[in-house]
């Protein structure tokens, strides 16, 4: 067998190299595997969706079934669905920050009312601020309800109050949503998604 000085080159090279990187210990098996399947061996996977724009990106949300510093039933970790036909396992670094919103200190854990001409919020019951916020969706659509328009024409509406809907809501959601609104009267209706 005869092999040209290139050949021997060529394979001399390739031994080298393949000798050095061995010989430092690299290991080329993906490093994260191990600690990913550590880090989620007690989690429950749920997908959902992101709620930070109009794209509707899938998340896999893992949750605790054990007993950890940070509780039961807490999110562990978030990444992006692989099976999700939008962004199919990438996400943007808003979306990748989710897990964030689960486990921030600085995030409010009761509603915050600042009442009129106050300076300060005040941090307040859940139970209060819900029956509030009832109290005035009633009072803002009697005080504004129109049953006729001015040619007589039955409308039932209230131009007084308007919503805006999240781009994380999913079909059955928008349409429990859109009932609501519309049994309230509401004509002025819009949802991110469109803007």
């Given amino acids: 067998m005869s092999v040209s000085r290139r050949g021997f080159l060529k394979f001399g090279l390739g031994a080298a190299l393949a000798g ?18 550590f880090k989620l061996k007690w989690t429950k996977q749920t997908t959902s969706i992101c709620c930070y724009c109009a794209v509707g990106c899938g998340l896999i949300v893992s949750t605790s079934t054990s ?7 807490r999110a ?22 989710t897990w964030q919103l689960t486990v921030n200190d600085q995030r409010p854990k009761k509603p915050l009312y600042r009442a009129p001409h106050a300076t300060e919020w005040k941090e307040v019951e859940w139970e209060w601020a819900m029956e509030e916020i009832a109290k005035r969706v009633k009072e803002s659509r009697d005080k504004s309800f ?19 809907g999240s781009a994380a809501m999913d079909n059955e959601e928008c349409w429990a949503y859109q009932a609501i609104l519309r049994s309230l009267g509401l004509v002025y209706i819009e949802h991110q998604a469109r803007l």
Avoid: W, Y
């Fill in 20 to 37: 050095a990187v061995s010989g430092l210990g690299f290991n080329l098996r993906p490093a994260f595997a191990q600690a990913k399947e």
């Fill in 67 to 73: 007993d950890n510093p940070l509780g039961k039933g």
């Fill in 76 to 97: 562990i970790n978030v990444e992006g669905d692989p099976d999700h036909p939008i962004n199919e396992g990438s996400l943007c670094p808003k979306g990748a920050s």
């Fill in 146 to 164: 129109t049953e006729k328009n001015d040619k007589g024409q039955l409308v039932n509406r209230t131009e007084a109050m308007a919503s805006f």
